[in-house]
């Protein structure tokens, strides 16, 4: 089995109900966002054109955290899931460093500036690097990831693509489907379709 | 989309890697000069100072870390990992370098030989290591510079030998050979290191590399790489190491002094600077969809 996922970009408005979703549901602290949705405007007035990215950690193929990992708090599952025990992680950063999508986070657990709500405590995560696990735990049970749950326009798909009838494994068959920095070879998980060329 | 800045990595682990290196530099140096010299008598000062460095430079980087507890699990990813395998190394370092001195203390005998080309071999790994660790991120452009983990390890050399170099200076080493000359050479061979690195980035077309070279050659870190790391960190010891090799030696610790101090704030502040400029390439299609 491995987990994938397809955003499709067409669909997202960049709404961000994702992003606030997922840090709800793992109660990530302030200025984490396993989740998010990068925007981005081109072109001038009149013709301006606004774009969204969403993004989340890429479970690799080819991971470079796991690779660079230290302590081997970094690992791959049996479904293609990159993950992290935070027993194990010493919080070196190394990973951050190396992660090429910019997914991981270092939980300093700041508390936020006055005025600014506490956004989940993550006290386990504290002093660790934390990232997106494709919400292990609902999958243990069987449900879809948080962010392809509460998307309201469908914009995102999850499934096996080693399972010819998944939805996902269809998806990734009959449509252009892409993944960033597909050039360095690292294997993301997670494409998108919808892209313009 | 534009690149993005490394910013997880800064002042202590440049500190790390600088220091780490210097200790290394110095003990490898100090033991493979007195082997070359047929010394069987080491200078506890010299091997203490190296060590010192080398665990000064690992509890800087502890202090970085967010759970230091864990550190001592970082020995188990030494297949992949260039942090795994530096951690080791700085351990065996400062292992055999201890055993060496209890060897040495006990009388010498056929372990002093095994030791020390122990340790050298140890001290190079130890000095090489930083680089290879920086190397190792494929999305850093400005880090996959094949010259990048030989300038740091030439660095890390011509700190120890620079430091050696002083040390003779105020108090003869007697090693019968002039250590001012080796530190010339790796001064010559580290600006020739930095010249070839920076060629190579300069001509690079990836968008992380371009903002990285900015930063170091018109951004905020151009007076520490341009003026600390090049000006300082090369001219200065050219200078002083050029004159104490081919002129009278009438200031000769002072010159050796001035020319150590040039080559270990450079082998700082390069090491700093190619931290801090660099950047993630930027995500990808995107900027083609818009």
Redesign the interface.
């Known amino acids: 089995m491995k987990y994938t996922m397809v955003i499709d970009l067409k669909q997202c408005v960049g709404c961000d109900n994702c992003t606030v979703a997922c840090k709800l549901d793992n109660e990530t602290g302030t200025g984490i966002r396993w989740g998010r949705v990068v925007e981005e405007a081109a072109g001038q007035f009149p013709a301006v054109k606004r774009s969204y990215l969403p993004l989340l950690c890429m479970h690799c193929e080819d991971a470079e955290c796991v690779k660079v990992c230290p302590t081997q708090a970094t690992s791959k599952d049996e479904n293609g899931v990159v993950r992290i025990d935070y027993d194990k992680c010493m919080g070196c950063k190394y990973c951050i460093v190396a992660c090429p999508f910019n997914a991981r986070y270092f939980n300093e657990a700041q508390r936020p500036p006055a005025g600014v709500p506490v956004m989940g405590s993550g006290d386990e995560r504290k002093g660790a690097v934390e990232k997106c696990d494709f919400c292990h735990d609902r999958l243990a049970e069987g449900r879809q990831p948080r962010c392809v749950e509460v998307c309201p326009y469908e914009a995102r798909f999850f499934g096996d693509r080693d399972n010819p009838d998944d939805p996902v494994a269809k998806m990734l068959r009959e449509q252009k489907c892409v993944t960033l920095k597909a050039e360095e070879k690292f294997g993301p998980s997670v494409y998108y379709t919808g892209v313009e060329s | 989309?534009k690149p993005?800045a490394?910013k997880?990595?800064g002042t202590r682990v440049s500190l790390d890697f600088f220091l780490g290196g210097a200790g290394a530099g110095l003990i490898g140096a100090y033991l493979l000069a007195a082997l070359l010299a047929g010394q069987r008598r080491l200078s506890l000062g010299i091997l203490i100072t190296g060590v010192v460095l080398v665990i000064f430079g690992a509890l800087l980087?502890a202090s970085?870390?967010?759970?230091?507890?864990?550190?001592v699990?970082?020995f188990?990813?030494a297949g992949?990992?260039?942090?795994?395998r530096g951690?080791g190394l700085n351990f065996i370092l400062v292992a055999v370098v201890v055993l060496l001195l209890i060897v040495e203390r006990m009388g010498g005998g056929g372990w002093f030989d095994v030791l020390a080309v122990l340790a050298i071999v140890a001290a190079a790994l130890v000095a090489a290591y930083p680089g290879l660790?920086l190397y190792?991120?494929?999305?850093?452009g400005l880090w996959r510079s094949a010259w990048l983990p030989l300038l740091f390890f030439v660095y890390s050399l011509a700190s120890g030998v620079g430091l050696l170099v002083m040390a003779d200076a105020w108090q003869s080493l007697s090693f019968g050979f002039s250590l001012a000359k080796v530190e010339l050479g790796l001064v010559l061979a580290a600006a020739l290191l930095l010249a070839l690195y920076c060629s190579g980035i300069a001509g690079s077309k990836a968008a992380g590399v371009m903002q990285g070279w900015r930063q170091l050659i018109q951004g905020k870190l151009r007076v520490a790489f341009v003026t600390g790391g090049v000006a300082v960190g090369l001219a200065v010891p050219l200078f002083c190491f050029g004159d104490l090799t081919f002129a009278a030696r009438e200031w000769a610790a002072l010159l050796a002094t001035a020319g150590t101090v040039g080559v270990l704030a450079g082998a700082f502040l390069v090491r700093y600077c190619l931290l801090r400029a660099?950047c993630?390439?930027p995500?990808?299609?995107?900027?083609?969809?818009?």
């Open positions: 989309m993005q490394q997880e990595w980087l970085e870390l967010g759970r230091p507890a864990n550190a699990r970082s188990l990813n992949t990992s260039w942090m795994a951690a660790v190792s991120s494929r999305d850093i660099a993630h390439e995500l990808g299609f995107l900027s083609k969809a818009s």
